[in-house]
């Protein structure tokens, strides 16, 4: 197996190249990541759940600063930093209740206690005796009973107490490291299948003979609008191109060949077809701690077109994409800026970016954002894989998945 570092720079350096696109293969990726960090992290015989934690604050710190803005990643590692708490209060809590059933157990031998307790005091009284006469080996024997003057029994006692001991905690260390790696495993399988998850609420929410309105392209949103026409639901999806990657145009190739119909309009076209609009549905890049998006550009757009109109605003994203933290945290970078060449061919503006003349700077400038953040009173309906949720709910489906504890992926100071 690679060594752990070797996997973590390998990882670092595809992040920072923009190597992995798409929230769900970053978040798939960090997790099975550090699922190898914790399988290959050695536990001492105390203080295992912090060592584990540190170990995962320390690449996912590195993870986090390698891609700012693939917010998914730092979901995930503050996802599994929330596991392993949650295991380890498991683990003590299972102790803790062990224990009481041991002393519950042991109440009930109170009359071989009490047998015990007689042969102690009659051990006591010989010793006191001979404490009268010359401290030899026949006196020190002398009316002890053999079980209290032979000290070897009670020493092998304890050496096997110290190796029982020992081998509970090895057992309690693989424990803890076994039960967070199951509980990794199953947040894998999570984000692998949280596109047939949120597509099984499709038919609940779409309707005979409506028309959906999208933007761009979004897998959710695909998933989401095949699964209801596989369900023998008849509506017409409208899809605003999305400028200037014009991602619309493969959705709606996609749809057509799934049987779907679809009609591609312009972005500018949104405010003018939205009355003839029943639902706006769109995929999210991350959903904010507040109950914000964060989206493809020109959503906004869309957001308030469909506020203006009384037309509900659907978002469908995987769990994976809520982050605890608000669009004002130093830690959150909002936006991404792509190519300029999206938008005008250098070429036939090559003269207007001179940068001879005004001072060593060109007169134009171009600027492609690559998000939207569209704000929680403008979303009428969250779909995730754990069911539907309205804006105000989205905080407590982050107290389930995170602790406040993490929010702050840092190192400890060892100072």
Same mark, same amino acid.
């Given at each position: 197996?690679?060594?752990?570092?070797?996997?973590v720079?390998?990882?670092?350096?595809?992040?920072?190249?923009?190597?992995?696109?798409?929230?769900?293969?970053?978040?798939?990726?960090?997790?099975?990541?550090?699922?190898?960090?914790?399988?290959?992290?050695?536990?001492p015989?105390?203080?295992?759940?912090?060592?584990?934690? =540190?170990?995962?604050?320390?690449?996912?710190e590195?993870?986090?600063?390698?891609?700012?803005?693939e917010?998914?990643?730092?979901?995930?590692?503050?996802?599994?930093?929330?596991?392993?708490?949650?295991?380890?209060?498991?683990?003590?809590?299972?102790?803790?209740?062990?224990?009481?059933?041991?002393?519950?157990?042991?109440?009930?031998?109170?009359?071989?206690?009490?047998?015990h307790?007689?042969?102690?005091?009659?051990?006591?009284?010989?010793?006191?005796?001979?404490?009268?006469?010359?401290?030899?080996?026949?006196t020190?024997?002398?009316?002890?009973?053999?079980?209290?003057?032979?000290?070897?029994?009670?020493?092998s006692?304890?050496?096997?107490?110290?190796?029982?001991?020992?081998?509970e905690?090895?057992?309690?260390?693989?424990?803890?490291?076994?039960?967070?790696?199951?509980?990794?495993?199953?947040?894998?399988?999570?984000?692998?299948?949280?596109?047939?998850?949120?597509?099984?609420?499709?038919?609940?929410?779409?309707?005979q003979?409506?028309?959906?309105?999208?933007?761009?392209?979004?897998?959710?949103?695909?998933?989401?609008?095949?699964?209801?026409?596989?369900?023998?639901?008849?509506?017409?999806?409208?899809?605003?191109e999305?400028?200037?990657?014009?991602?619309?145009?493969?959705?709606?190739?996609?749809?057509?060949?799934?049987?779907?119909?679809?009609?591609?309009?312009?972005?500018?076209?949104?405010?003018?077809?939205?009355?003839?609009?029943?639902?706006?549905?769109?995929?999210?890049?991350?959903?904010?701690?507040n109950?914000?998006?964060?989206?493809?550009?020109?959503?906004?757009?869309?957001?308030?077109?469909?506020?203006?109109?009384?037309?509900?605003f659907?978002?469908?994203?995987g769990?994976h994409?809520?982050?605890?933290?608000?669009?004002?945290?130093?830690?959150?970078?909002?936006?991404?800026?792509?190519?300029?060449?999206?938008?005008? =061919?250098?070429?036939?503006?090559?003269?207007?970016?001179?940068?001879?003349?005004?001072?060593?700077?060109?007169?134009?400038?171009?600027?492609?954002?690559?998000?939207?953040?569209?704000p929680?009173?403008?979303?009428s309906?969250?779909?995730t =894989?754990?069911?539907?949720?309205s804006?105000?709910?989205?905080?407590?489906?982050?107290?389930?998945?995170?602790?406040?504890?993490?929010?702050?992926?840092r190192?400890?100071?060892?100072?």
């Open positions: 197996m690679p060594d752990v570092q070797t996997l720079n390998d990882f670092v350096l595809k992040l920072k190249r923009r190597k992995i696109e798409g929230s769900q293969a970053s978040a798939k990726q960090t997790a099975e990541l550090l699922r190898s960090v914790v399988s290959q992290q050695r536990l015989y105390i203080n295992q759940a912090t060592v584990l934690l =540190d170990a995962v604050r320390a690449v996912g590195q993870l986090i600063a390698a891609n700012p803005v917010l998914a990643v730092g979901n995930i590692v503050r996802r599994i930093l929330h596991i392993i708490r949650e295991e380890d209060l498991t683990s003590t809590a299972s102790a803790m209740e062990g224990l009481s059933l041991s002393a519950n157990s042991d109440d009930d031998d109170n009359y071989e206690r009490e047998d307790q007689a042969l102690s005091a009659a051990a006591v009284a010989a010793a006191a005796r001979s404490t009268l006469r010359a401290p030899s080996l026949q020190l024997l002398e009316g002890i009973p053999e079980s209290a003057s032979a000290p070897h029994p009670s020493s006692g304890g050496d096997s107490e110290g190796k029982s001991k020992s081998a905690r090895s057992s309690r260390s693989k424990k803890l490291k076994h039960d967070v790696i199951e509980a990794i495993n199953e947040l894998i399988q999570d984000i692998e299948t949280c596109h047939e998850q949120i597509s099984e609420q499709a038919v609940g929410l779409i309707h003979n409506e028309v959906i309105l999208t933007l761009g392209r979004s897998r959710t949103v695909k998933e989401f609008l095949c699964a209801a026409n596989e369900k023998k639901r008849s509506f017409r999806v409208f899809i605003a999305g400028a200037p990657r014009y991602l619309g145009h493969v959705l709606a190739k996609e749809l057509v060949a799934k049987g779907l119909q679809t009609t591609v309009i312009t972005d500018s076209a949104v405010f003018a077809m939205i009355s003839r609009v029943n639902m706006v549905i769109v995929g999210a890049h991350a959903i904010m701690a109950g914000g998006v964060i989206a493809p550009v020109g959503i906004n757009m869309v957001a308030l077109a469909a506020q203006r109109h009384a037309v509900p659907v978002v469908v994203a769990s994409k809520l982050c605890p933290l608000y669009p004002h945290n130093p830690e959150v970078l909002l936006n991404d800026f792509k190519s300029p060449s999206d938008l005008l =061919d250098f070429g036939e503006f090559s003269d207007c970016m001179d940068f001879s003349t005004s001072g060593g700077s060109p007169r134009l400038h171009v600027v492609n954002p690559a998000f939207d953040f569209i929680s009173k403008l979303v309906l969250f779909i =894989d754990t069911g539907g949720h804006p105000s709910y989205i905080y407590r489906l982050i107290a389930d998945y995170y602790s406040a504890d993490d929010f702050v992926v190192r400890r100071s060892t100072s």
